[in-house]
């Protein structure tokens, strides 16, 4: 049996978020921005199945989706059945910098013990 799918909630952050973004991209056009708005929808729906896929986030209890044809990321939680985004950034925020300083800090080559540095 195919579990049901998980609840989406929209925090009241995420639908000013989405209130921006709608306003931003309207003045290209109301097909523009119901273009932006649908791919975000998307993504956010695309979460149901397998909510857990995301990196986590920077908070504790967050993770992350990338919208894929925008430069946005939604911050989401998930408690038992329900997904609630609780903001849609815009990737310049320096919130994805941080991230992106801390993901890749697991990758850097570390000095060995008693190695002199040359500069």
Known sequence: MAASPRRLEWSARAVEDLAAID???SQFG?????????SI?????????HPFLGPKGIK?????????????????????STIRVVRVLH?????FQRVLREEMA?????PRAG???TR
């Open 23 to 25: 306003a931003w991209y």
């Open 115 to 117: 190695a002199k540095r």
């Open 60 to 80: 504790p209890g967050t993770r992350h989706k990338v919208v894929g044809e925008y430069p946005y990321t939604l911050v989401y939680r998930v408690a038992g």
């Open 91 to 95: 990737q310049r925020r320096a919130y």
């Open 41 to 49: 929808l998307a993504a956010a729906n695309g979460l149901r199945p």
């Open 30 to 38: 109301e097909a523009t921005a119901e273009r932006a708005l649908l």
């Open 106 to 110: 697991e990758y850097a080559v570390k």
